[in-house]
């Protein structure tokens, strides 16, 4: 059964930081890598899909990156703002059956001024 | 604007009273999901369905039923709710395969006394 793991669990940055965020899962057999953001009390925001074919996908001062052989997946924030404050999760679903994705249990970010 | 809802959005009930939380997509989506978030657990799936009339159980299916009559539409139901199912609920949904972009509700915060 798919396991995923985030580290670390949180995290707390001056502003203008740049940051890494990791999320690593047990089986490579996946049909992506999903990574979303969540404010406090509210839903999930899709931030980033790299597709199991592809390596990494960007969006504005979001980087994302997968590594199927090693199980790993990177979240790269450039610049950080406190607009970033938020739990990031990723969710790696396994294609062994059913669609079911597994999701890690998120790193809370705060950045501070 | 597309979105996902779900109504209520807080619910406090007791004990062994039914209970219907229900769940809206304005996509055209063929799959959609309900998952449950509890604090050190995480987000785990509870029912899925990949299009009308077809639900499967997920990760945590126990006291729970789902249906899906309509595209739009994959109320969550709990006909005998419990303390154990105290908890946020956020339904989700994408437009087909699992290599698509889930989108995810504002979440539904039950208590069970």
Redesign the interface.
């Given at each position: 059964k798919q396991e995923v793991t985030q580290i670390p669990a949180a995290l707390s940055v001056p502003e203008g930081e740049n940051l890494v965020l990791n999320c690593s899962f047990t089986d490579s057999a996946i049909?992506?890598l999903?990574w979303?953001r969540q404010d406090p009390?509210?839903?999930?925001?899709?931030l980033l899909?790299i597709?199991?074919s592809q390596r990494e996908q960007t969006s504005g001062r979001l980087n994302a990156s997968l590594d199927k052989s090693s199980g790993r997946s990177t979240l790269y924030i450039a610049a950080s703002q406190p607009g970033d404050s938020a739990t990031y999760?990723c969710?790696a679903?396994a294609?062994g059956g059913?669609?079911?994705?597994t999701?890690?249990?998120?790193t809370s970010l705060i950045v501070h001024p | 604007e597309a979105q996902v809802t779900q109504n209520p959005r807080y619910l406090i009930t007791v004990t062994g009273k039914k209970l219907t939380v229900t769940c809206s997509q304005n996509m055209n989506h063929e799959y959609m999901s309900w998952y449950r978030q509890d604090p050190g657990l995480g987000l785990r799936q509870i029912y899925y369905s990949m299009n009308v009339e077809v639900t499967d159980k997920g990760d945590v299916p126990e006291g729970y039923k789902v249906s899906r009559k309509e595209k739009r539409n994959f109320p969550l139901i709990l006909e005998s709710p419990s303390p154990n199912q105290t908890s946020l609920y956020f339904c989700a949904s994408s437009l087909g395969t699992p290599t698509d972009t889930q989108y995810f509700g504002p979440g539904t915060r039950l208590t069970v006394l």
């Open positions: 049909y992506n999903q979303f009390g509210k839903g999930l925001t899709s899909l597709q199991s999760l969710a679903p294609t059913s669609y079911i994705p999701f890690g249990r998120g | -």
